[in-house]
């Protein structure tokens, strides 16, 4: 019988029988695990390390917190239902799941090409610690045509080493949205030219896993800052990546020699988070939506950056949102009329809003991305991205959506 991801997610994977008859999924603080016997040790090591197949029905048994645990893999099985994926693998955050996977499809030689603006910690990763093995990188923007970005790489005459086309969309803060299936048409002709395959990796951290599905678009690795929606309680950090058995077999073997994976107890936390993973969501999205509109129509607002309204968005936008996702989320950023320092007095007057940086929570979040999570940007680019002083950013929780309007308007009054 087929079920639907949320009907599944407080039993996959998950034997009762195993843990005493507790409904729940107990939380596995251990660091090791005691074998049956000495050939069982043996029978687990040579899976472990990939020295054989598996046999017949056989799976990997349960050996050292750092390779397996219960929770880590109860979490892994329950993520791979909403991705449509084959396997996944958890990190202590979203940059050791992101750096992870950095570092496994890329050597030294290797070009990397990405969307910009990206994640600040990957942006850092990526000019400050490839660079030091030898890894370069082409930054790429939402004006570049595909043509341009195929010339771009051809230009640096690096094309023969391109081995991975790393996407984040929408782009954080302002919602601009790059095409997977574009990054996967191009990493297939790149892949035949070369003759090595050139991986595609999205960062579906802003959308999550109910509003975008990468794999199925064609799309090989999708990460997430399971901090974000996956979590949903701004009470933990952690990070997930997703793909085919091979790419999931890979990166689980760097992350036994890095050592990031999750904790038991954080795995268990997430566990419970994916319990109302989409009644959050949907709540979330839907209060955006009234927020949306709410701000759209504001006097005091010049220009707003959501994909929940059609009229805002330009016609290459509601191109790829229609090819590619599937809601338009719970964020969203809009320019208020004024300068920083109005934007600070709206910012320092909201109440209910918390005044902090993050996103996809239960509770509404503001934030300035050109002073704070956007500060390391050079102005020029910022101006170019849309990041500027009158830049606000909001992360819709599940508050009720008329209580929200209500302090943006009383904020609204202090300007
Ligand atoms: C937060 C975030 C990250 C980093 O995740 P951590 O869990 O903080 O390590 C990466 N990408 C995006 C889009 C994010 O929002």
């Not at 598996?54 to 390779?67: D, Q």
């Not at 790059?178 to 595609?200: D, P």
């Not at 990546?241 to 795995?267: C, D």
């Not at 956007?374 to 002083?389: A, G, L, Q, Y």
Request: negative net charge.
């Amino acid at each position: 019988m087929q079920m639907k991801p949320e009907s599944l997610m407080m039993s996959h994977g998950y034997k009762p029988e195993l843990s005493q008859g507790a409904v729940k999924c107990p939380i596995f603080l251990t660091s090791t695990f005691v074998f049956h016997s000495a050939e069982e040790g043996k029978d687990f090591f040579e899976l472990a390390y990939g020295h054989r197949q598996t046999r017949p029905n056989e799976e990997l048994g349960l050996i050292y917190s750092r390779i397996n645990n219960p929770n880590l893999e109860i979490l892994e099985d329950r993520l791979t239902l909403w991705d449509e994926a084959d396997g996944s693998a958890v990190f202590e955050s979203g940059m050791s799941a992101i750096s992870t996977v950095l570092l496994e499809f890329l050597k030294p030689g290797s070009l990397l090409i990405y969307s910009a603006p990206i994640y600040g910690g990957t942006h850092h990763f990526i000019h400050h610690v490839l660079t030091k093995y030898g890894i370069s990188s082409i930054e790429f923007g939402i004006h570049d045509t595909k043509e341009q970005i195929q010339e771009k790489i051809i230009a640096s005459g690096k094309s023969k080493d391109l081995a991975l086309i790393y996407l984040e969309t929408p782009a954080n803060p302002t919602n601009d949205l790059f095409s997977i299936k574009e990054a996967v048409t191009l990493a297939s002709y790149f892949s035949k030219e070369n003759n090595e395959k050139v991986f595609v990796a999205v960062d579906n951290t802003y959308l999550g896993p109910i509003w975008q599905k990468p794999l199925s678009l064609g799309a090989d690795i999708t990460v997430y800052s399971a901090t974000k929606y996956l979590g949903g309680h701004s009470d933990l950090i952690a990070g997930a990546v997703m793909g085919t058995q091979e790419v999931i077999r890979r990166v689980k073997t760097l992350r036994t020699f890095l050592g990031n994976m999750i904790s038991p107890h954080t795995a268990w936390m997430l566990l419970r988070s994916l319990e109302t993973l989409q009644i959050r969501m949907e709540r979330q999205q839907s209060n955006a939506i009234t927020v949306g509109n709410f701000l759209w129509k504001h006097p005091k607002v010049e220009k707003v950056y959501f994909l929940g309204i059609d009229e805002s968005l330009s016609s290459r936008t509601q191109e790829i949102y229609k090819e590619q996702c599937l809601g338009p989320g719970a964020m969203i950023s809009f320019d208020i009329k004024g300068t920083e320092a109005t934007a600070f007095t709206f910012l320092n007057a909201l109440k209910l809003f918390k005044l902090a940086v993050s996103l996809g929570s239960t509770e509404s979040l503001a934030e300035h991305p050109a002073t704070m999570t956007h500060v390391d940007i050079p102005t020029s680019d910022k101006i170019h991205m849309n990041i500027t002083e009158k830049l606000i950013r909001l992360s819709i929780g599940v508050e009720d959506p008329q209580d929200l309007i209500k302090d943006l308007t009383q904020a609204f009054e202090k300007i």
